[in-house]
């Protein structure tokens, strides 16, 4: 266990299009992945909440005209029967403004929480969160989301280039296949810890009570 330096949460893409019935991940894969993980989510949120620390929530959505969508994300997520922009129970999947493409409720960002909305797989890619943290003085990222493989990890690596340490929930993280959930964690510490390091909620949460309020 060590101590956290100017700490913030990285909540990446806690959407209902990727946890609940209806949304994009229930047309591909079903949502049974990431149910187990919501609780825990909601727990790390309220330690960061009462810890006061930064907390950042991602939102991955697109144009409703789909300009920003590239066509190779679009062919493939046709391929995967669950086109972006199609229509589903929950509004278009992930366009900006359908119901599919807000947070799950319980993990709703408070006043004073920031959101970055994004048109790609990394929350760095062409959006302000680098300003962002750089403005707040943030130096390790605490990150907790969906999915394990696309986002998390694409969002995880730019971090990593951009100098910030990162803390990966393992607990709090998820995706469809279990095997690559798995090799998601293992790639982690490879290389005495290449893209960070694993953690759970519970040694997080350890960490931020002991932060000085």
Known sequence: MTELQNPALLMIDFQRDFCEAGGYAFHHGGIDWVQPVL?????????????????????????PNLADCHPMKLARSRIGA??????????????????????????????????????SYSAFHETALLEVLSDLGISELLVAGV?????????????????????????????FDPDIRRACEKMVEVEGGVWGRLTTVAEISSLLLTLPS
Not at 39 to 63: D, N
Not at 90 to 110: A, M, S, T, W
């Open 39 to 63: 609780p825990k989510a909601t727990k790390l949120l309220e330690v960061a909440r009462t810890a006061r620390i930064p907390i950042v929530h991602t939102r991955e959505g697109y144009a």
């Open 82 to 119: 669950c086109e972006i922009g199609s229509m589903g129970p929950l509004g278009r999947l992930l366009i900006r403004g359908e119901p599919g493409h807000d947070f799950v409720n319980q993990l709703q960002p408070r006043n004073g929480e920031i959101v970055i909305d994004k048109s």
């Open 147 to 175: 999915t394990a493989d696309v986002c998390v990890h694409s969002t995880l690596r730019s971090a990593t280039e951009h100098g910030f340490f990162c803390h990966y929930i393992a607990d709090a993280i998820s995706t």
